[in-house]
């Protein structure tokens, strides 16, 4: 399915991995909806993006805000696909170091932004793309964001590991389920990523993260992952597969 023309929306599209998928799908030719919460700076990315790009405030966890979004996407084009990105993480243990039972409502939080967040992009995004006739026999294609941590999950990272592989785990069912409405489903798991929380660490955090990537011996460049979603939406024999995008790292427990 050609980028050019096609109508897409990008979750979490007004910063990090969203923003540079957003950016590579408008310099492909798509017009594209950035959807992220109302206090992100999505209309000013949407706005130094061009005529090809528009922003669509929303909270991702709130399904009638986040059906609104897509309405707004498929008004700008038949929309065609929905990457995303949106997500993050929380540090708990199991027992804190007084002895206390790990925290439940954070655990609640990311795996309700994380995991249903995902499986919402999935429902909402699919009915939508469902409406339009297919393409030389593509309906279209949905990318989800998973991460490394759904297969290697660290000390302290129970949350975002269960969240993330949720979503792995959702990725081939979701790509047959969607099959008979010609909708592909791929999901990107990331490595370490140059986004802009970890450009908030110290030079020697970051040194020693690099050192841990086999090869590049880097961070992996947000415009990496947006060339690997395009890339996605555009190949028609890429369905229901789950693929790490991490240097060849295996992360340590901790």
Avoid at 102 to 118: K, T, Y
């Amino acid at each position: 399915m050609r980028l050019d023309g096609m109508s897409a929306a990008v979750t979490g599209g007004a910063s990090g991995l969203g923003l540079a998928t957003a950016e590579k799908m408008v310099e492909a030719g798509a017009k594209v909806t950035l959807i992220d919460l109302p206090s992100s700076p999505g209309a000013e990315q949407a706005r130094r993006l061009g005529g090809n790009a528009r922003f669509a405030a929303a909270d991702i966890t709130d399904a009638e805000q986040f059906a609104a979004a897509l309405d707004a996407a498929d008004e700008f084009g038949p929309l065609r696909s929905v990457v995303h990105c949106a997500g993050r993480g929380a540090r708990i243990r199991l027992v804190e170091k007084d002895g206390s039972p790990g925290a439940l409502e954070p655990f609640e939080d990311v795996v309700q932004l994380n995991l249903i967040g995902s499986y919402n992009a999935l429902r909402l995004g699919a009915a939508r793309i469902a409406r339009h006739d297919p393409i030389d026999g593509e309906g279209g294609a949905i990318v989800l964001t998973a991460s490394v941590a759904a297969f290697d999950g660290q000390i302290g990272q129970i949350a975002y590991t269960a969240s993330k592989a949720g979503i792995v785990g959702m990725t081939l069912c979701a790509a047959r389920d969607l099959a008979s409405k010609g909708i592909r489903v791929c999901t990107i798991a990331p490595g370490i990523m140059d986004t802009p929380l970890l450009g908030r660490l110290r030079e020697d955090v970051r040194t020693s993260l690099e050192e841990s990537v086999p090869n590049p011996k880097r961070l992996g460049r947000p415009a990496e992952f947006g060339a690997l979603a395009c890339g996605i939406v555009e190949n028609p024999y890429l369905n229901g597969e789950t693929i790490r995008l991490d240097g060849a790292i295996r992360m340590a427990p901790r």
